[in-house]
């Protein structure tokens, strides 16, 4: 079975701009959630989509938003880009929900912002 | 604010030795507990889980303790390789107070040094 998959593995990007993400998760896994991570906060839950829908959010602006497709795939969008958003962002699929379950991590976009 | 945080940033030990990886956590309404092994250039992987109705689980080379009382979580890895080099996570399933399913909260890691 293939793993989560995430492209682009990196993006440069200036202040001001939008980034959009993608992550396919592993086939039947319905959950997909996100995840920043930075050397200064550490990972952290952006948010959970489940059946196109979004379940969850972590504590981040409105900047930062998702959808999911009815193939489960994902994207994550982040608008007026600021400096501080420069970081690893990953995602990870589970069958079923991202709480309670293990989950299975892409190997992350890698974002820097100039 | 709350978080789970980790007591040892960096633990160095040889080849063959047992390591053992803390975690300390804050919230006694999380349920759930997770290890993830991240080696550089790669996403977190799964190592092992432990639900709050156990204080014990093992899985190949690697058990996880948790103890309640003093909300305490520890990754123990024998005869540790090379292979296992790498910054381990402890996450917490921390439900949330109204509503939705509740919050996943990652503790920031410990880097583990196997010299051979």
């Known amino acids: 079975k293939a793993g989560v998959t995430q492209t682009p593995r990196y993006l440069i990007k200036t202040r001001g701009q939008q980034v959009t993400l993608s992550c396919s998760p592993i086939?039947?896994?319905?959950?997909v959630s996100w995840y920043q991570q930075t050397p200064g906060q550490g990972l952290q839950f952006l948010f959970e989509?489940?059946?196109?829908?979004?379940?969850n959010k972590g504590n981040f602006p409105g900047r930062f938003s998702g959808r999911q497709f009815s193939n489960s795939r994902s994207e994550m969008n982040v608008s007026t880009l600021e400096l501080g958003d420069s970081a690893l962002y990953l995602c990870?699929?589970?069958?079923?929900?991202?709480?309670?379950?293990?989950?299975?991590f892409g190997n992350g976009t890698r974002l820097t912002v100039t | 604010g709350e978080s789970v945080g980790l007591h040892l940033p960096t633990l160095s030990v040889q080849e063959g030795d047992n390591s053992i990886i803390n975690c300390a956590y804050s919230?006694?309404?999380?349920?759930?507990f997770i290890w993830y092994k991240q080696e550089s250039g790669k996403g977190p992987q799964f190592i092992i889980d432990?639900?709050?109705?156990?204080d014990k689980r093992q899985g190949q080379r690697v058990t996880v303790l948790l103890n309640k009382t003093v909300k305490h979580l520890s990754l123990q890895i024998a005869a540790t390789q090379p292979g296992d080099s790498a910054v381990y996570f402890c996450?917490?399933?921390?439900?949330?107070?109204?509503?939705?399913?509740?919050?996943?909260?990652f503790g920031k890691g410990t880097k583990l040094s196997v010299k051979p």
């Open positions: 990870a699929s589970s069958l079923e929900s991202f709480w309670g379950s293990p989950l299975h």
């Open positions: 086939s039947g896994h319905r959950s």
């Open positions: 989509y489940f059946s196109e829908t979004q379940r």
């Open positions: 919230n006694s309404a999380s349920d759930y």
């Open positions: 432990i639900r709050s109705n156990m």
């Open positions: 996450a917490e399933n921390r439900p949330w107070e109204g509503g939705s399913q509740g919050n996943l909260i």
